[in-house]
């Protein structure tokens, strides 16, 4: 079974540049997530997808970043203008449940540096 | 006030020690607990999760919760090298609806 599968692995830009992260989430997990880790923190939970419907975005900040989970699969996490402060891995994430048993897999991430 | 609260150590032990890590949370409706590995530059690996309190066990890794305390903890048997990582707890809502995670403990463990 292939691993969660996230592009790029390193991005480098400039603060007010925009930047998109691509997300390939293990075959029939229909529950998808992006989170946010910051050196030194744990991940923070930017938005959580439920198929292609959203869940939780509580914590995503709408001015400057966006998701979409194309018919219900691939996902993509956008940053537009990005911020120093945006300097993170991002991390995709996709859980299945089957009955009472739960699995969740995190892909390798996506290095940010804004400079 | 954090929904969760992790030692960031780090923790340093010998070879065969038995590790123990802990977190404390805030909300008594969570109602899922996670232990999660994290190897430096790879994304966090699920160890264990138990739902509501007690015990569960999976070889040399035991997860307790208190939900009188509010406490959980992860307990590492014959800790190996191999274990050295940092460590991250997490809690959630029944639905998964809310999931946050600690800031992580990094354990060494040395040969």
């Known amino acids: 079974e292939a691993g969660v599968a996230q592009s790029p692995r390193y991005k480098i830009i400039e603060k007010r540049q925009s930047v998109a992260f691509w997300c390939n989430p293990i075959s029939g997990h229909a529950t998808l997530y992006w989170y946010q880790q910051i050196l030194g923190q744990g991940p923070k939970l930017l938005i959580q997808f439920q198929n292609n419907g959203v869940v939780d975005d509580s914590q995503l900040p709408k001015d400057r970043f966006s998701a979409e989970r194309l018919k219900g699969v691939d996902s993509t996490l956008k940053i537009q203008p990005a911020k120093l402060e945006d300097s993170a891995v991002y991390l995709c994430?996709?859980?299945?449940?089957?009955?009472?048993?739960?699995?969740?897999?995190f892909g390798p991430g996506t290095r940010l540096t804004v400079t | 006030q954090k929904e969760v609260e992790q030692d960031p150590g780090p923790l340093s032990v010998p070879e065969g020690a038995i590790v123990s890590l802990n977190c404390t949370y805030s909300?008594?409706?969570?109602?899922?607990f996670m232990w999660y590995r994290q190897y430096s530059r790879k994304g966090p690996e699920l160890l264990m999760y138990t739902y509501s309190s007690g015990n569960k066990e999976d070889g040399r890794f035991t997860a307790q919760v208190d939900k009188s305390s509010k406490y959980i903890s992860l307990f590492i048997r014959d800790s190996q090298p191999s274990d050295s990582a940092t460590y991250l707890c997490a809690v959630a809502l029944y639905n998964f609806n809310k999931f946050y995670f600690g800031s992580g403990t990094k354990l060494n463990v040395k040969p």
């Open positions: 994430a996709s859980r299945r449940i089957t009955g009472q048993q739960w699995e969740q897999y």
């Open positions: 909300n008594s409706a969570f109602q899922y």
